[in-house]
């Protein structure tokens, strides 16, 4: 499970996310990352109804890309917040599809 220091939770560092924040896109993920002047780095998810009705689908979703998130934690850049925002055909894919996913996106966002 990904350190509760290390979550995005209030509603002001995800505006500030969005606002401030520069996009990658890898299939079905998008990341948006912004630096936040401390000495770890957070990360947030988001999961939309509209492409996930059950909210523990989403749930599920989400604990999915904490964990692969959190296994690549001692590589990422310090000093960033960053939003994980999911698209559609994510519920297909099973857990190494999903880490690799998440590999090429840090990769191309260059936090790793």
Known sequence: MLP???????NKDFK???KEGKGFKENFLLLKKAKNNLKI????FVVSKTF???ATLRNKI???LRESV???????????DAVIIVKGGLQTKDFGEI???INRLFKKAKII
């Open 16 to 18: 500030k996310v969005f």
């Open 52 to 54: 996930f009705k059950k």
């Open 62 to 64: 989400k604990r999915k």
């Open 4 to 10: 509760k220091e290390n979550r995005l939770k209030k």
């Open 99 to 101: 880490e690799e996913t």
């Open 41 to 44: 780095s957070r990360f947030g």
């Open 70 to 80: 959190r296994i690549k934690l001692n590589e990422i850049e310090k000093g960033i």
